[in-house]
């Protein structure tokens, strides 16, 4: 491969000023910025880049459904697939009134880039129909989910393109997808979907990989900084799938848990928060607001606790340039999609502090998912314990070579993560002759 430094690509961040006057970037500029940079950073060749700057194909559907009044209603529908150098694309469907092309490209974009990291063989991809699920009945939003499978049926299968549940999309929605396409094709398909339930051929082990990929990049951080998670004092923004699994599995650990918050708000208590009392709780409430023992705090407020680890695992940008200063964590293991914006991250790492990248933090979710598809394709079923000790290798292994080059290279863990990536990637081309 000609090793001759790549150009600059000529792709710059859209820097719109929202009247916060916090940086918000176009996703799919983002994307195709990070992926430029660690083309650069690597030197490798303008074709690498030239290949991985689009989508190798986009699909836009429009989706026929008949509503329960009687009228036929039109929904839009996306899928985008990145690339397929590396395997079949890989990638979740999300249901959103505010889905649209950029996003839904810049998010194939970047599960190329978590499957790299993880060295799984996918390229990525995404989905994304236009709707509010909470306006839809259980009947429409089922012929929604058969629409959009149909629609898409010639560019998905298990050999091409798989995908998963997203925001708004889960279990039951892969469950209907999956049946239609079984119908479509004339025989049984469960590897078209991760994330089916059980009984389709759904994995052990996947409702809580990604809070349990988290808590080991934790520990892996801790480690590199000579401490143990044992005794360690953490926070977790969010207590949904990933928040409240991370939490659980933190102080399962042996981590004391001082601070956890919900969209309702947040608990405090300096010496330990009891998280199988607050998984009791939060059934029972809906919220971890007003867990007894605690001290009530904000929703933002656990992102500012004194702590050796934050876990934000809600929302993106609750980490802007204006409150980065008020973080006193040790280490930020995003478990959340996009938490930290860039000009937060470069401003956190130099207050040394040390940052574990959602596309490597949030990864153990899509590596089940790759075990999901394995199990279906062979269909043979492995126990859970097998499940978690192979997602612990996986895990493990992608935080170390993210680690070796963050060392070798002197650049951040989300710089490394995306040359670990981008190389394997280059690598693939290089050996299939595209460059
Ligand atoms: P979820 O809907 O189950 O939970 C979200 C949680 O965030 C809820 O507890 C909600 O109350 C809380 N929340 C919402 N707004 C908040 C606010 N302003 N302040 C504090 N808390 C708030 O979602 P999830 O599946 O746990 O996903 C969380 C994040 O992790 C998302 O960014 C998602 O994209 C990402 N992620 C999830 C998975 C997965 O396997 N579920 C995989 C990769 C990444």
Redesign the pocket.
Known sequence: MCAAKLPDPGIRPVADVDTGGRETLNPFHSAQMLIGNACRELGLPQAVYEYLKEPARVLIVSIPVRMDNGEIRTFIGYRSQHTDVIGPTKGGVRFHPQVDLDEVKALSMWMTIKCGVLGLPYGGAKGGVVCDPGQLSRRELEALARGYIRAIANMVGPEKDIPAPD?NTNPQVMGWMMDEYSKLRGFNAPGLVTGKPMILGGSAGRAEA?GRGVVICAREAMRRLGRSLRGATAAV???????SNAARFLYEEGAKVVGI????GGVYNPDGIDVYQALEWAREHGTVAGLPGTQPIG??DVLYLPVDVLIP????NVITLENADRIQARVIVE???GPTTPEAARRLTQRGIFQVPDILA?AG?VTVSYFEWVQNLQNYYWPEEEVLEKLEQMMVNAFNAVYKVHQQRGVSMRRAAYMVAVKRLADAMQARGWI
């Open positions: 925001v990604t923004q969010g207590f949904g799938n990933v928040g918050s919900d969209v309702r929703s933002a695992a809600a929302l993106e478990a959340a999609n949030n979710g």
